[in-house]
Structure formats: structure tokens, C-alpha cells
């Protein structure tokens, strides 16, 4: 049974709530071109052309969440990326509050969200850089899997129900404490900069210390996951030397099963 409730999200969000679109990104994208204010927040009960990270396709039935946030963070646009670290602590933290204890959350770099191990939700950051290389506009994307998850088994992911989490669990009720732990997450990086979130992120991050591929555009790396670097960058140690620092690519996990 679908629930119909007014949501209730801080002063610092301009709620847009959509029945349908083919993909909420791009219509926050949309609105940030045309001007919309930093914390507009699209809100999508399904999408009918989600999309994930490197252009693969989002599945995006009713019952999950699907939201976009405008931002106009007042930094360069390679520090951005760190905002994509406060939504996955912030999902961490909402996931915390609504589900039993006995759902173990882990971040996979750079962004997605592990529930027991599998992908519960995933981040998709697309910005517009500034004349002065600073951003124009960032826009954060987040599909998280409440009640249904694709079945493929490569895509490893799951959903909160699935994990245990009650069947009245709603995705309005995700996306409200979302936005709670969000907001103070993104004060506490304009405040203290992105070392604390880092720190946060690397107490529960997947695979630290572990052998890892990494799948860069033109080729693929393997070596061990050592850490975050200050800027959000993967740290991977190939022996020898200083480890090297990753700004974009897919991480593989050797445990043969990948
Ligand atoms: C990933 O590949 O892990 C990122 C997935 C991001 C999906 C979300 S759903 C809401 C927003 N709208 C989209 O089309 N994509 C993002």
C-alpha cells in the first residue's frame, strides 16, 4: 500500500515532487540551468530512464528513492566531489535510523552504499564548472533500494526489505532522515573541511587493506586498497613507491567472486 503524507525536510530544502520523470538528475539539472536556488530537491516515486554512474542504466521502480539535490557550493570544482562523500555518510547515517542495527553499512568507493555486503544505493554527481573554476552548479543524485533491487547477480546490490528492514519502512522515510543527516554533514564540511568525512568514511569502508582492480577508462589497475587521500581520491599501493592517487574509476574486489 502506497503512503500519501506531507514530507517533512528542513527550511534549507525547496522540495519538487514528482509523480514520474525519466530521470531526476536531469531535471534538477533542468532547473539548475534555469536558475533554481541551492537545496532544490527533486524528488521521483519512479524513473522511467534512471541513470547510474558511467553511463549504465539505474533501475528505478516505485517503492525506492530516487532524489537529486542542486548545490552551489562556494569551492573549486574538483573539491566537489567531496559532497558525493557527505551523501553516502548522510545515507549511511538515515539507513542507521530507520532499519534494525543488524543491517552492517559499508561504503564502496567513491560513493555507493553497502547494506550486508551488497549495493543498497548509489550516488551520481554531475556538475557545471565556473569561468573562475569554481561550480556553477553540482547536482547530487541518489537511488537508494527500499523495497525491490535488481536481480542480476553481477550488480550484487539488495534493498532494505530485503535486509530486514520493515515493510512500513518508506522511502519518504529514508529521504527525510536523508536530508536531516545530509544537511549536517555538508556543515561540518564547509566548517572543518573533508578530513572529517573522510575519517568517518574510512571507519566503515569496504575492502580496506584488500587486493582491488580498479577499471579506469583505458586500463585496469591492481593493487591494495591503502586509503583516502585529503582530496577523496583512492590511494591504491601497487608496491614500490608512493601509492597512486584515483580521482575516477570502478573498484572490483579480489575474493573470487567479482
Ligand atoms: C550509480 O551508478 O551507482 C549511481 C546511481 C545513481 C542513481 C540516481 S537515482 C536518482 C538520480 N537520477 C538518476 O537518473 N540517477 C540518480
Known sequence: ????????????????????????????????????????????????????????????????????????????????????????????????????????????????????????????????????????????????????????EDLKATSLHFEGCASSVTEADLLESFARHFLSWVNTWLEEGFEPLRRAWMRHAEGKGEMIRVRLPRETLEGRFQDLDAGGHLLLDQGGGSPRAIAVGDVFFDRGED
Open 1 to 152: 500500500m502506497s503512503e500519501e503524507r506531507a514530507l517533512r525536510l528542513p527550511p534549507a530544502y525547496r522540495l519538487v515532487e514528482l509523480d514520474s520523470v525519466v530521470s531526476s538528475n536531469e531535471e534538477a539539472k533542468r532547473l539548475a540551468v534555469e536558475g533554481a536556488d541551492d537545496g532544490t530537491l527533486v524528488w521521483a516515486k519512479e524513473q522511467t530512464g534512471g541513470k547510474g554512474r558511467q553511463g549504465r542504466v539505474w533501475s528505478s521502480p516505485r517503492g525506492n528513492l530516487f532524489l537529486s539535490v542542486v548545490l552551489r557550493p562556494d569551492c573549486e570544482l574538483k573539491q566537489a566531489a567531496q559532497l558525493g562523500f557527505a551523501a553516502a555518510l548522510a545515507l549511511g547515517d538515515a539507513v542507521g535510523s530507520v532499519a534494525p542495527p543488524l543491517i552492517e553499512i559499508t561504503y564502496k568507493w567513491p560513493n555507493d552504499v553497502l547494506a550486508n555486503g551488497r549495493k543498497l544505493a548509489g550516488i551520481l554527481l554531475e556538475a557545471q564548472g565556473s569561468a573562475e573554476g569554481g561550480v556553477e552548479w553540482l547536482v547530487l543524485g541518489i537511488g537508494a533500494n527500499v523495497k525491490s533491487f535488481p536481480r542480476e
